[in-house]
């Protein structure tokens, strides 16, 4: 039921010609081909305030793509959350482009020392006279997540700077927001979200899922960028959870997408099969027992695979990009050079220390 114009933007949208295209000349020699296209393809979303996953194949520089992106779209904001290993080389694209003092890496307060406390709350060592408590306290709340326009985030500590309301009351919504730094960093102004890794947010019920469905919710981004490199071939079900967090009108009916793209098949609930079996007994009941449970078990949906897959491409063409390295001409030919080094004693030994501890 969409208007004749929004039918053309998205047909449009898919074959990157929405709008003028205004790559800055310093910008652009940076990236390939392909990687201008998906920057396109990235802005023209964020400028009709749709959100997208780019889901090019491993080592085809998507974060190069979408770092590019989040600085043509003139965000006031940009959160980027990905894995604590990522963190450096987020921060390594975008220092082609933006000076350091710009981007903040946000680690967490625990396991540090009073002193890199004061030092990453700007005290000076020494200098604060504040507890370790109150510091850790003053981290959480502050962090430099206002000063920044670009701030990096892991997975694993989102909840330290993020807290979801209790209840819906009044009271317990204000003081959410006072505890949640991230959520204050993108409220009323031009914000953008980018998830690296997107996949890792297949479980629903894991606390990073909640923590980026409520920051969403809340904080109304003006985009969302996810990025992955896993294809929707893969586990589509997996696809859902993003999907969901871009608001795409697939996810509306859960079941219809289980049984139309996951091949799911219904199984009791946990507990409901003991449940509906001791009453079967204790009711004398005849005939057919799984059919009785069948008949009155809260049944849950569990995916078994993958099918339909082009039919969901097709439905996800206008917020999914994907390329694969066969897809592309002007990828640069990778070669390996070996070197050698002849190491002393204490060097042999450093070295083994330091891959033993990379090991565990």
């Known amino acids: 039921n969409l208007p004749p114009e929004a039918i053309k933007f998205l047909h449009d949208l898919r074959n990157y010609k929405t709008i003028n295209y205004p790559i800055d000349k310093e910008l652009a020699p940076k990236l390939r081909d392909y990687q201008k296209e998906g920057d396109r393809w990235l802005f023209n979303l964020a400028y009709y305030r749709l959100s997208g996953i780019l889901a090019d194949d491993m080592g085809l520089g998507k974060s190069l793509s979408l770092s590019v992106a989040a600085i043509e779209g003139n965000f006031d904001s940009v959160i980027i959350i990905c894995p604590a290993s990522l963190k450096t080389n987020w921060r390594d694209e975008l220092l082609w482009y933006v000076p350091e003092r710009d981007i903040t890496i946000v680690d967490s307060a625990q396991g540090k020392t009073k002193a890199e406390l004061e030092k990453m709350l700007g005290y000076g060592e020494g200098k604060s006279g504040k507890k370790i408590s109150e510091l850790q306290e003053e981290f959480k709340e502050r962090g430099k997540w206002v000063d920044n326009r670009f701030v990096i985030v892991n997975f694993d500590i989102l909840d330290e700077f993020y807290k979801i309301p209790a209840t819906r009351s009044k009271e317990n919504i204000q003081k959410a927001y006072e505890e949640s730094p991230m959520l204050q960093y993108i ?84 507990g409901e099969k003991e449940k509906w079996t001791n009453i079967w007994h204790q009711r004398g009941c005849r005939g057919d027992l799984k059919e009785f449970i069948r008949n009155n078990a809260r049944m849950i949906q569990v995916a078994s695979g993958a099918s339909n897959l082009e039919e969901l491409k097709e439905r996800i063409s206008h917020i999914y990009l994907r390329r694969t390295k066969e897809d592309l001409n002007d990828l640069p030919q990778k070669r390996i050079h070996e070197v050698f080094y002849n190491l002393s004693d204490v060097q042999r030994y450093e070295y083994e220390e330091l891959w033993k501890e990379y090991e565990e």
């Open 187 to 270: 409220m009323n102004r031009k914000s953008l979200i980018i998830i690296d890794e997107a996949h890792r947010l297949s479980n629903n019920s894991s606390i990073r899922y909640k923590v980026i469905k409520d920051l969403i919710k809340r904080g109304e981004p003006h985009s969302i960028y996810a990025a992955t490199g896993t294809p929707i071939t893969n586990n589509p079900q997996n696809l859902y959870c993003v999907l969901q967090f871009l608001g795409d009108p697939i996810t509306d009916d859960y079941q219809y997408f289980m049984d139309r793209y996951c091949d799911a098949f219904k199984v009791p609930a946990k």
